[in-house]
């Protein structure tokens, strides 16, 4: 089991319009990171999602809820990933603000 964390970015977005800039988050990554993120799973219902995938060799899972003033995105870091914890927590923080700004 690995290490819990949570990202809350807040918008000043219609949830929909949040809503669906997260939405095509997910193709984003799929065209933009198609050799380093695989396996991508994704599982919608209303405005929260179950997400998975395979990030080189460590697996993310986690999930997204997109509400109507913020964004909340929860997941496990895999074991082994300690030094980048940081790193990608504020990579996740600062592309969502960028998607949502």
């Known amino acids: 089991m690995g290490k819990e964390f949570e990202v809350s970015v807040p918008h000043g977005l219609s949830q929909e319009d949040a809503l669906k800039r997260i939405i095509s988050l997910v ?10 993120v695989t396996e991508i799973h994704e599982k919608w219902t209303d ?12 697996r993310l899972a986690g999930s997204i809820v997109v509400e109507p003033k913020v964004v909340v995105i929860r997941g496990t870091m895999p074991l082994g990933t300690g030094r980048y914890e940081g790193k990608a927590k504020s990579l996740i923080q600062d592309q969502a603000q960028k998607l949502l700004s």
């Open 47 to 58: 405005n929260s999602c179950d997400f998975s995938m395979k990030l080189k060799m460590f």
């Open 27 to 36: 193709e984003e990554l799929k065209t933009r990171f198609g050799g380093q």
